[in-house]
């Protein structure tokens, strides 16, 4: 049987909109931390506080443009809306001085609230038009990830063009991320427009009551079991306190999520920090991705694709603890050469370490999330662990970050061994815990029959 094809066009409308995406994020954020430290003179530890409150902004978005969008307006309309608001936000930042701290943190705040509902809802607007998603989402969205490598390269080409490898000149022309950010929210705000009409997908009310002795298909793959009437996310939270794979990984998940941040908010600033030498020592690579670290760190989106294109074959083979393990391994690894061997060819094959950590950590989390809760609660459960990991994990982490930034000043210069170690040796208790307490063999939930894996 033949199974459905998208509309014509429709995969090349959809792949522009994530491209457009994500490179909108992908231009501005590996460079937030050195352009308004560096340039700007604000501390570490007020961005860090400002990064925490965008993260804040990030819990509350979903909850407010979730209903918006799923109550009361289509959802191209949404998004073209948020990113043209966006696209203003994003570019009055690149102006901001530290005189203006609340200006700041407001706008990262109000930002954050635009920005962060338009992840999910290009993903169900995608969903939407794709027959097939198990087919079509996949050649869609990795277009996102080579838009946040397209910008990355990008930038970091006009940074060398326009500073070469003079650092203070750099950190000077990274408003220019910013801008290029708010010009592509412009053009994907006006561009939401011309997408597929998506309408909001309200609930339907039921006239006539189901007969009492019919079984939907649902409850009869459930084995069953009656539909919950209780409050999903207590019911979700009751299955992970009682299933002891899912509250190890949860457990472990929360520092991983905040030793994270290290990575993705502050490697920037160490590729580009004259303790490295990189600008100077390795001028083949600034040919290739540029100057200023955003450009060299989409090494790490680069192996991500590879990563999870590879990742059906080897989930396979391993098993999920395996795969946890060498996710966690990926990190203490990288934290390592980070903190210790600052040695270009070391630094720039640690960038690629990025996509084993997130494939095998962050990826298979979902996996597990997914196959250890019951059909009716999963929703609820992947939400419950998107809350742990980019809302608390991040707020944490950049307060955590800051903190360590403090720690590691030494006469005015961060001394990178010490920040990266302290990372490194979190993920190192990580480890320790998930060999020790999670299970070694433990039990899937698919449609009701259990599976041990």
Known sequence: MLRPQP??????????????????WGAWL???????????????????????????????????????????????KFLGVSHILGAVLIWVMAYTTKEQLVLLSGLSFLYALLYTPTLALTNSLAFFHLPDRDRDFGKVRVWGTIGWIAVGIGIGQWLLYK?????????????????????????????????????????????????????????????????????APFEALGEIFTIRALLVMFLVAFPVSCIHQFYFVRTAGFLGSPQ???????????????????????IGQMSEIIVLALMPLVAKSLSRKSLLSIGLLAYILRFFIFAYVHQPWAVVAALALHGICFGCFFFVCF?????????????????????????????????????????????????????????????????????LFYPSRSRTIDQGRLAAV
């Open 163 to 231: 500073a070469g490898t003079d650092r203070p000149l750099q950190v000077k022309y990274m408003a220019d991320a910013f801008r290029v950010s708010g010009v592509l929210g412009f053009i994907l705000g006006i561009y939401c427009f011309f997408l597929p009409k998506t309408p909001p997908q309200r609930a339907r009310v039921a006239t006539v009551p189901p007969a009492p002795d019919v079984v939907d298909a649902e409850q009869f793959e459930s084995g069953g079991r009656q539909p919950s009437r209780e409050f």
């Open 30 to 76: 590996p460079l937030m931390f050195p352009y308004f430290t560096e340039f700007r003179g604000f501390t570490a530890q007020q961005i860090s506080i400002i990064a925490a409150i965008g993260a804040a902004g990030a819990l509350v978005a979903p909850f407010i443009a979730g209903q918006i969008a799923d109550r009361y307006f289509n959802s191209e």
């Open 7 to 24: 509309a014509p066009g429709i995969n090349f409308k959809l792949s522009i909109m994530m491209f457009l995406q994500y490179a909108i």
């Open 367 to 435: 996996m597990i999330v997914d196959e250890m809760t019951t059909k009716d609660v999963r929703a609820s459960a992947q939400n419950l662990f998107n809350l742990i990991i980019v809302g608390f994990g991040v707020i944490v982490g950049n307060l955590f970050a800051g903190q360590v930034d403090k720690w590691a000043m030494r006469g005015g210069v961060i001394d990178w061994g010490i920040f990266f170690s302290i990372p490194m040796w979190i993920a190192v208790g990580c480890l320790g815990v998930l060999v």
């Open 276 to 298: 490295l030498g990189l600008n100077n020592a390795a001028a083949t690579i600034n040919k290739i991705f540029g100057v200023g670290g955003g450009g060299l760190m989409t």
